[in-house]
């Protein structure tokens, strides 16, 4: 479950989101709202890696630039380590009707995109967060529902998106998801997204590497193999 956070109670001026099994820094929201003030800005993100059920880093999340995020965001789900990231001020949050119930899986990046076109974002290039990524994702285990909304997703903001000349980028999206049934060893999943993205992106290669992860769908594979030199935060120690 998604637990909020408020500077000086849940009434309070600032309101942060933590999914549940994810960890935060003991100084991310000071470091936070610090820079939000300084900036004048409504909202802050900070730096983020994805950790595996161990705490073991795997990789890093890209990490957008404050002044470009809002376009961003237009495209692709940009804000790195989902909602456990992303403190804001209640006054604005509450004024754009908070997190859209519609969306089960994107409800993250809609309020996002709300965000950034409502006021400025301040950014903090510090690792303060670790999102825990596992096997029980909703996007991995039910991703037609993940295409679905992103469908929905683009449809709301469609106006917005033709002002400034920007698609989502469905492609990303769809190896995303396959690459998230991949982490969780369904391979028979993984090659259907990727087949879906071979038709509807019109990407023949995609249609190929359908084809390879099906055949392996029945083979027994290797587990995978986090990937290596991830800086691990010092803080991390702490929910050893």
């Known amino acids: 479950g998604r637990q909020e956070h408020g500077r000086r109670g849940r009434r309070g001026e600032w309101v942060a989101f933590l999914d549940d ?17 300084r900036d004048g800005s409504a909202w802050v993100y900070a730096g983020a890696i994805a950790v595996d059920d161990a705490g073991a880093p795997l990789y890093e999340y890209y990490f957008p630039d404050p002044q470009h995020v809002a376009g961003q965001l237009l495209e692709a789900a940009v804000v790195p380590g989902g909602a456990s990231n992303v403190a804001v001020r209640t006054d604005v949050v509450r004024s754009l009707g908070g997190f859209d119930e ?3 899986h994107l409800e993250d990046w809609d309020l996002w995109i709300r965000l950034a076109w409502a006021g400025t974002a301040a950014a903090v ?3 303060l967060v670790a999102y825990l990524e596992h096997g029980a994702g909703k996007s991995l285990t039910r991703p ?9 997703l683009e449809r709301k903001h469609r106006a917005l998106r033709a002002e400034h000349g920007v698609d989502v980028d469905r ?3 769809a190896h995303y998801v396959a690459w998230l049934q991949l982490r969780g060893r369904r391979h028979a999943s993984a090659a259907r997204v990727y087949l879906r993205s071979a038709i509807r992106n019109r990407r023949p290669q995609d249609a190929l590497i359908a084809a390879r992860f099906a055949a392996r769908a029945v083979l027994p594979l290797r587990r995978p193999i986090p990937e290596a030199g991830v800086p691990r935060p010092a803080w991390l120690d702490l929910y050893r």
Request: glycine share 6%.
């Open 171 to 173: 492609l990303g999206f």
């Open 21 to 37: 099994d994810d960890a935060w820094s003991p100084h991310k929201l000071a470091l936070q709202i610090a820079a939000a003030e």
């Open 144 to 152: 037609g529902e993940a295409f679905a909304e992103l469908e929905a």
């Open 102 to 104: 519609r969306f089960r």
């Open 125 to 127: 290039p510090e690792t």
